[in-house]
């Protein structure tokens, strides 16, 4: 069985997230009977994260074995005609090995976290950003978040329910940067516990607004302590922006 290898978009609003799940619309599901349609086959889609309800994609990828060899635009297109009328949609989709695997075969993961810094109600980003009214310190929340780069335990910014084996995951990437209202949050690693980068930009958040200084949040990570965690930050403003392989 051929398998392909899809890059995938989608608005993560009224979503219970990529994961199929008993109840709810997921985006792996939808996926799933959108290629069984055009297939004529049951299939499972394999993806590289499993973003949660109301977390957005830009690169999301996936992996799908098909019953023959079709043309990649036609695995595209066909699979996006029958994804109408949600806003999911396969961006590209590609013939590989046997040996891909859109999960194990990864080698990092890109997260971009938006938040709008205003104090006017958001109209066009609402539901696809974070809105913080009271001003923000982009500077000072650089600063504090260079202290999580590396290797370390990350329980601090873990949810309780996170089924990784291990809390120790290495942080390559954390970059706060600001342009005019818009304050994004660049984050890169191989892989990230359930709810890390939504901890860590809530947590970045305190040092912005001044009530916590950077040794705080250095400090908060050192604990090891999932009650030291500040706020998470809602799901609105997250997106898996790309995987490499």
């Known amino acids: ?26 985006v792996q599901g939808r996926l799933e009977q959108a290629i069984a349609a ?4 049951t299939v499972t889609v394999g993806g590289a994260g ?45 013939q590989v090995g046997d040996d891909f695997d859109a999960r194990f075969s990864a080698r990092a993961r890109h997260y971009l976290y938006r938040i709008v810094n205003r104090r006017a109600p958001l109209c ?43 809390p120790d995951k290495t942080l390559d990437r954390l970059d706060v940067m600001r342009a005019a209202d818009e304050i994004s949050v660049q984050a890169s690693a191989r892989s990230f516990l359930h709810n890390q980068v939504r901890s860590m930009v809530g947590s970045l958040v305190q040092v912005g607004l001044g009530k916590w200084r950077p040794m705080d949040l250095k400090a908060a990570l050192d604990a090891a302590d999932r009650a030291r965690c500040g706020p998470v930050a809602p799901p609105d403003g997250l997106y898996l922006t790309r995987v490499d392989y």
């Open 1 to 26: 069985m051929p398998r392909y290898k899809l890059i995938i978009e989608y608005d993560g609003a009224g979503t219970v997230g990529w994961q199929r799940q008993a109840e709810g619309k997921s």
């Open 38 to 41: 055009f297939a004529g086959e």
């Open 50 to 94: 499993r973003t949660d309800a109301g977390v957005h994609a830009l690169g999301q990828v996936a992996h799908v074995d098909l019953p023959r060899d079709w043309p990649s635009d036609t695995v595209r297109d066909a699979t996006n005609a029958h994804l109408r009328p949600d806003r999911i949609a396969v961006v590209a989709a590609d």
């Open 124 to 166: 066009l980003d609402a539901g696809h950003a974070w809105q913080v009214a009271a001003p923000l310190d982009a500077e000072a929340m650089h600063a504090a978040a260079q202290t999580l780069l590396g290797r370390h335990d990350f329980t601090t910014f873990r949810s309780a329910q996170c089924q990784a084996a291990s």
